[in-house]
């Protein structure tokens, strides 16, 4: 009888006892304050000379909460636009400028390209001739409703003692040298064109530079071609030919062509050789933009996870792509997750049984840098099986 | 995870109520009704470290009987008839909620017979094969995680000392080899028990008991269930009071840490127990 009131005792001890009760933990989902230019463009955007913008940018504090505050902008190239403590951007002249928005340590920016719709294109067949040619220039007027008007433009040579210019826009090389020629109507100018007056065939006469792209981020390089020609097309080897970097403090260039971008901005790139300057090409350099993070799996409290993963830009969304050398030992409840640190975080999707090669959706609300660590983790326990850092 | 915890009590209460060496004689059984109870949120991990989970906790009300079906041979068998397992919902900083999990059922048994190499002397000897019965629940629970159970048929084979001195000292040691299936790695299992016995009414017990895999089996086992499911290590100790009421009933209680171990909670086991002597 003793026996059976101890039974009934411990059963019904263990019933109560063995209640779920609630834990309380840090998920590492504390999130990190974030300061943003809104944008839809890539880092770069555009401005009409005379036009003014709103520029905004929104702030997150550590809850993921956006609140307002009282923002710094400032702009690069103030003779280009201005921006004031609202965020009102004005384009003032033509050119690249740099928008810095601060707010205590968190920074952001976003370049801004500014162009007039009221403009002179000069174009011309060639850019260098023979002592005694001449060169027939081409320029074209666009009104501030970007309608092309036809109009008489006023030629300038700037050394007239190389060349001179007619009315007609007709260029006669005089003697050897480099002059600079330019079109222009009531007071606005167009863009200038250089040209090599040689003296013989031998001489070099054109140089034409290319190269890949005209955008880099900062810190990254940029390898610039070069074609020396004589007056004939015929390419010449050897040449001395030197390369330059209309500001250096957005960019620089080397003796053997290679760019590198400094700070955001606009910088322009030529090469000469002899008389002969080459095209210009405008190298846009920009804080770098994150496209894609990756990471390498380590197991942890003595789990086993290995292999490579990737969180990559796919269109407007990001993904997870988990690499065919990506394996986990297999466990209870395991998920992966996104986190500020090895414990814990977001929830993102279940760990799929066949786990190698494979791609996971990740929600619109993250961004590429919230977080820093991808982390196998066993939900019901709490236990991390292994994380890979996101460089 | 709990059916490994299991395996844990399952050797506590063995060493509680266990007579180590010494056989019942035949006809005579010695029977305990014990409450087992484990539960916190340290976990030795597959490093042997010290981390934080979720809470746990793992109830178990078990039945543990000896009886002497000859001189030469006892039948023993142990029955966690109620194992109860839980998992603590999870309210997070940043406002998320985990839901919590329990599982009650019946747990993993084990049934054998233990054999008495030398007995009816100081020194005596025994062996048992005690066969693990999967009756436990391996995929319980709201989220199927939870297990009374593992779906293994364990072979456990022991080889049992037991000493006693001129004064009221005994001393037990026992040493065995588990034979595991499904991608389980084998293990072996060792325990020593050094008593004291005062006016034939109180038993203290100090207890050692150690479980070692030989890590030759699947990284988590077949079962998949792998944060605590294979190559469970640990070493415990503590002590373990007897009282006698009568001549037929008594108590017990015991206390054993978590010393060290991998794959396990790092939680200490409390047990308490009722047992009946039959004479």
Redesign the interface.
Known sequence: MIFLRALFCVVLFSCLSGCIGEDFIDDGLAQRERLSIVSNSNGIDTLLVGDSVLIEAKYYNKNGDEVVNDLNWSSSKLEVATIDQNGLLRGLSEGVTNIVVTFNDLQDEQLFIIWQVERIELDANRNSVLVGDSIQFDAKYFNENDVLVTTQFNWTSSNASVASIDSNGILLAIQEGQTTVTASVNGLESNNIIVAVIQDTSSVASIEITSDTNQINIQQELQFSVVVKNINGTPLIGSNVTWSSSDLAVATINSGGLATGLSAGSSKITASAGNAVSNEISLLVSQAMTTSRSGVFSGANGYRVTGNVEMNTVGSGLVLEFADNFSSQSGPGLYIYLSNSTTGGVEIAKLPQQSRSFTVNLPSNISIDDYNYVLIWCKPFGVSFGTAQLN | ?IQQLSFLFCLFISLQASAGGWLQNEKEGYFK???T?IHG?Q?Y?????Q???????V???SLYGEYGLSKKFNLIGYIPF?S???????????G?F?E???L?SFGDSDIGIKYGVRQNKSLVISASLVLGLPLGNAEGGE?G?LQTGDGEFNQLVTLSFGYGFNFPLYLNADLGFNNRTKGFSEEIRAAFELGYVWNKKVIIAAKFSTVQSLMNGE??GSS????FSNNLEYVSFGPEISYRINEK?GLTASYFSAASG??VLAEPAYG?G?F?ELK
């Not at chain 2, 109860?84 to 997070?92: D, I, L, T």
């Not at chain 2, 998949?224 to 944060?227: K, Y």
């Open positions: 995870m009704l014990g409450q109870i949120n976990f991990n597959g490093e042997g470290k981390t934080d989970i979720i809470t746990t906790g109830y178990l009300t109620l109860r397992s839980v998992v603590n919902a999870v309210r997070f900083e940043s998320a985990q919590g999990d329990e009650t989220s995680l990284p988590t998949g269930n792998g944060i009933l991998r794959f308490l009722i009946m």
